[in-house]
């Protein structure tokens, strides 16, 4: 996947939200901005779940279908053997579209432009004139294969799929809000299934405007009016008065992590006799609630990019596909059970023409809508616009919510009243879900803020997010949540200084522990809890929250817990002297310096956080680094181990990546803190060995460095042979040259004379060194290669080649014997 440089863009100076000021405010950036449509594509249609399709749309072997995510073009295919797969619809040769078709049946799809040929289970069937060719024997077969997308997920027949590795299980990234899937896919006692043909086009006008619009009740009274005026033209006597009656329905809404969001009204504007007749149709799979929420109309955001619009009548799929800032591509799809009764099925289609269809009353009364408030957007000189600030008078609001209750989910945010209300506060939850993944991460770090419901969030345009270091925390109760935004049996993250804490609510009692799962750093207020337990999302461990304690794998090191107690309806917690740490055996450090390396290498130093002395470390070790998104990334120390009072590590802005490199680049400034781990030592230097041969491909030279001056400091024979493409490539070149002198043997690749052979450097080496190499894969294959060839005991290469964080969600340094 293409990386995506930042831009810099202050998130949160774009949201306005002061809930106890009674201030929502979202700016006119978030809706115009270039910079912030390329984050958008970037971290949530790029980086997190999208929605691409049923797997009712392939219901034989060898069909396929062809969507898109974002900037790439996606190929879903079931295969021979029924199984389901999501590839980059581009050929493996030269990148052309693979298959330019929308849907259909075939088993072998042949590129157009040199004729190679792919099977519907993605391999490559057949490379032309391959013997003709003079491909390079080294060639693998498999890697013409098609390229599967990172992750991909099948939720009860809905499709989902993620250019990146580092997300969730699909039914953690849902969750309760897969509750309202439950409720529609239930309906279909055979199956939901799409009625054939689609309605597709395009809007002049910001994709959130269409997220916002499913949860926007308020509008429906005015930009609807002509199809209200018809409906009343329509109506029988047993709908009349029924327009009326609709401005006291009862009407909410739910709110859940990651900006989904339901929208629900309790009249469903139907005549009885269909009501019940649907009802009866829906019975074999709902159970009591299902079939009373079946005759509520229910409109569903799984956000970025689907849209569930169901009412007795109809059942409406939308898929949205920002195009631009200011443009927007949609589909539209009628969903039905599989074995409708054919009258049933004629009123859905009517239902679906009538109001949802490209000639209907929605689309275009919504459409126009759209672009007009684009252009009224883009007035720059204009103030803040007012549009969320109806409901959050909450006064008025019960305690708790019956409808939640009945269907058994908790919500992070919800509202409940009279249709008239026109609750804007719904709007919310999506757009702080929305600030806290593009601003990578909550930056409310004050110790008494609440966490939560009415979380304030806010940062001065002055304070960019990660420029300013937290406040130190001193030990003793520090306030963090209100009680009554914690949710039972809901984990909720908050933070203290360089803490993040989860927190749990059962009953009267709180559980505070640390958010880092201490498996692979997954963040454990996105998971669930379970009785006493709460479970970790990423790999299902799971960890008591009375003690931390690991109570299943692949968890085996207990969390930190933190007493926690309600005081006069407030949530504290007791920090004690070490609790400035991440977590037990976290470093709390600061970025004191920051330069370029080389070109694309940013070098960064820290110290200690707390100004205390840093732990030492041994050549070859490195730091596993807790970034504000939460993602886990280790780097090795390049400094002298006989310097321990900074530590330092440099990163490559990597294409492609994961995001950890492209995060450092752009968040890790001076004076920025960060949590760490204490140095950790994989790749160890033989310190006794008579000689060693350090051998460096790229930005694998910075464990060597160390190593090279530990051994200089022992005044052992080493020598360390530096390859890369070219002199402006090799990091801390200056720095190298002058401290190991003729022990340094560049290789840059651009020069004649100058490439790495490593035959001759093995032969010519001594039998009694110690072989280390960090650097490609392919690098570190040639060093093994070699000295098998040449002889070399077994185990005499050491490497370091850099893989995954088991349960992490990235790269870091693997090392291997």
């Known amino acids: ?162 250019l990146s590795p580092d997300v969730p299980e699909l039914e953690a990234h849902l969750g309760d809000a897969k509750k309202f899937l439950d409720l529609t896919l239930d309906k279909g006692a055979d199956g939901m299934e799409f009625v054939p043909g689609a309605t597709r086009y395009t809007f002049r006008a910001n994709w959130k405007l269409q997220i916002e619009n499913a949860l926007d009740i308020y509008h429906f009274g005015y930009t609807h009016a002509s199809y209200i005026d018809l409906l009343a033209r329509r109506a029988t006597d047993k709908l009349k008065g029924q327009a009326s ?25 139907v005549t009885p006799t269909l009501l019940e007749r649907r009802k009866a149709s829906y019975s074999r799979a709902l159970d009591e609630v299902g079939t009373r929420w079946a005759g509520y109309g229910v409109n569903v955001t799984i956000f970025p990019n689907l849209q569930i619009v169901e009412n007795v009548s109809s059942l409406i799929l939308r898929v949205i596909r920002p195009l631009r800032a200011d443009l927007t591509e949609m589909e539209v799809r009628c969903l039905a059970p599989v074995g409708e009764d054919p009258d049933l099925r004629e009123a859905r289609i009517r239902d679906y023409e009538d109001f949802f269809g490209a000639g209907g009353f929605a689309t275009p009364d919504d459409s126009v809508v759209y672009e007009l408030s684009q ?13 969320y600030l109806r409901g959050m008078d909450r006064s008025r609001l019960p305690a708790t919510n019956p409808y939640e209750q009945e269907l058994g989910i908790v919500s992070e945010d919800w509202t409940l009243g009279p249709r008239t209300v026109g609750d804007e506060s719904r709007f919310h939850g999506t757009y702080r879900a929305w600030r806290e993944r ?48 914690l949710a039972p049996g809901r984990p909720r993250r908050v933070h203290v200084g360089t803490l993040a804490i989860a927190l749990v609510r059962q009953g009267d009692e709180i559980h505070a522990i640390s958010d880092r799962c201490s498996h692979g750093a997954g963040s454990l207020s996105e998971g669930r809890v379970d009785g006493r337990e709460i479970e970790c999302p990423f790999h299902g461990g799971r960890f008591d929250l009375s003690s931390g304690a690991p109570t299943s794998a692949p968890c085996t090191k207990p969390v930190k817990r933190w007493p926690a107690r309600i005081d006069d309806g407030r949530v504290q917690i ?5 609790s400035p740490a991440e977590d037990s055996g976290m470093l709390p450090l600061r970025v004191t310096r920051r330069y370029m390396a080389a070109a694309a290498i940013l070098a960064l130093e820290f110290e200690h956080a707390q100004g205390a002395p840093l732990p030492g470390f041994s050549a070859g070790a490195h730091l596993d680094l807790m970034l504000p998104s939460g993602l886990a990334r280790s780097y090795s120390l390049c400094n002298d181990p006989a310097d321990p009072s900074v530590y330092r590590i440099a ?24 949590a760490t781990s204490m140095p950790v030592n994989d790749f160890e230097l ?26 200089q400091a022992l005044g052992r024979r080493f020598e360390l042979h530096y390859a890369c493409r070219s002199r402006d490539c090799m990091a801390f070149l200056p720095e190298l040259q002058a401290r190991l002198g003729p022990a340094l043997h560049l290789h840059p690749g651009d020069e004649a004379g100058c490439r790495l052979d490593l035959e001759a450097l093995l032969e010519g080496a001594s039998r009694d060194s110690a072989i280390y190499v960090c650097g490609p894969d392919r690098l570190i294959s040639a060093v093994e290669a070699t000295a098998r060839k040449l002889g070399w005991p077994d185990g005499r290469v050491r490497k370091e080649t850099f893989g995954a964080v088991p349960g992490a969600a990235g790269p870091r340094p693997a090392s291997l014997p």
């Open 438 to 485: 593009l601003g990578r991460g909550p930056r409310d770090a004050r110790a008494d803020a609440p966490q939560g419901r009415h979380r304030a969030g806010t940062a001065s345009a002055s304070q960019a997010p990660g420029r300013s270091p937290p406040a130190a925390v001193s030990a003793g109760w520090h306030t963090v949540a209100s009680l009554a935004d």
């Open 245 to 269: 009656a609709e401005e006291k329905d009862i009407q909410g809404s739910f709110g859940f992590r990651g900006g989904h969001a339901v929208q629900w009204r309790e009249n469903a504007r």
């Open 375 to 387: 252009r009224g957007l883009e007035a720059a000189q204009a103030d803040w616009t007012l549009g």
């Open 651 to 674: 990163v490559q802005l990597a294409k492609p990546s994961l995001g950890g490199s492209e995060e450092v680049h752009a968040a890790l400034h001076e004076n920025v803190r960060i």
């Open 1 to 162: 996947m293409n990386e995506t440089v930042r831009s810099p863009v202050d998130i949160e100076a774009l949201i306005d939200d002061r809930p106890e000021d009674g201030v929502f405010r979202v700016h006119r950036d978030v809706y115009t901005s270039p910079d912030v449509f390329q984050l958008e594509m970037a971290e949530f249609f790029e980086k997190g779940w999208v929605f691409v399709g049923l797997a009712s749309e392939l219901p034989r072997p060898n069909d396929y279908k062809t969507v898109a995510i974002s900037r790439y073009p996606l190929l879903l295919t079931r295969d021979d053997a029924g199984e389901l797969h999501c590839f980059i619809n581009s050929c493996r040769h030269r990148g052309m579209v693979l298959v330019p078709h929308q849907n259909g049946n075939q088993r072998y799809h042949s590129c157009r432009y040199h004729g190679w040929v792919f099977d519907s289970a993605g391999r490559c069937a057949e490379l032309t004139q391959k013997e003709e060719g003079c491909y390079p024997p080294a060639l693998n077969p498999r890697l013409a294969d098609l390229q599967p997308v990172a992750r991909f997920a099948n939720y009860r027949g809905f499709l989902f799929a993620s």
């Open 574 to 578: 007791l920090l004690d002297e070490t």
């Open 686 to 711: 033989d310190e006794h060995a008579p000689a060693s041969l350090l051998i460096a491909g790229g930005i694998g030279v910075t464990p060597l460095m160390a190593m090279a001056y530990r051994l």
